[in-house]
Each structure stands twice: as structure tokens, then as C-alpha cells.
Nanobody, 126 residues
């Protein structure tokens, strides 16, 4: 089992920044691909970013490319999502997820991930 807890959400003005953290515990968390997803009210949960086990390779959804950065610290078992140039449309619940290493295309799908955190709310005011 892997437990995931997100931190760092809050209210920020458009153009501002936030850094989300996801603390992982349980068995061999460094063996998992880690992802961030987000879900706005009434909408589906969408892919935001993913990072491979080593932290070398990262992947982003089109709407956040160039603004968000995912990283991980396998010693501390923490995954980060640095969010810059935030927009009101970034407002959502943000969820951390862990899944097995696999083909690249699978990392974009929420069905690929086995473990999920409870989420943290990010609200961007205009």
C-alpha cells in the first residue's frame, strides 16, 4: 500500500505562484511513477503532469506546459508541483497519484494510477 497526502493549496491571485507537495509513505514509493491531476466542479479529472521513477523524465498537459514544473525527491519521498503564472482556469482540486512504470502514453490516463491522495484545493482569483 502507498499513502499520499497533498499539501500547499490555497487562494492566489492570477499571475501568482503556488507549490504543491505530495508526501508519500508505504512500500518503495520510489518505484512508482508519480502524477498530478486536477478536477474542477462538474468536470472530469484531467492530467496535469507526471514524473518517472528517477525524476529524469517529466510530462505535462498542454494547458500547463511552460508554467508548471513537476519534480520529486526520492530520499524524502515527496513529489512537488511548482505552479507559476496561475490563471483562474487553473482553479480545481489537485490530486497526487502513484502508478507503475509503463509506456509513456499510459501516464496521461487516470486509469493508470493505483493510489490517490485526498486532494488539495487551488483557487485562482482574477
Amino acid at each position: 500500500q502507498v499513502q499520499l497526502v497533498e499539501y500547499g493549496g490555497g487562494l492566489v491571485q492570477a499571475g501568482g505562484s503556488l507549490r504543491l507537495s505530495c508526501a508519500a509513505s508505504g512500500r518503495a514509493t520510489s518505484n512508482y511513477v508519480m502524477g498530478w491531476f486536477r478536477q474542477a466542479p462538474g468536470k472530469e479529472r484531467d492530467f496535469v503532469a507526471a514524473v518517472t521513477r528517477s525524476g529524469v523524465n517529466t510530462y505535462y498537459g498542454d494547458s500547463v506546459k511552460g508554467r508548471f514544473t513537476i519534480s520529486r525527491d526520492n530520499v524524502k519521498s515527496v513529489v512537488y508541483l511548482q505552479m507559476n503564472s496561475l490563471k483562474p482556469e487553473d482553479t480545481a482540486g489537485y490530486y497526487c497519484a502513484a502508478g507503475p512504470s509503463s509506456s509513456l502514453s499510459s501516464y496521461y490516463s487516470r486509469q493508470h494510477y493505483t493510489y490517490w491522495g485526498q486532494g488539495t484545493q487551488v483557487t485562482v482569483s482574477s
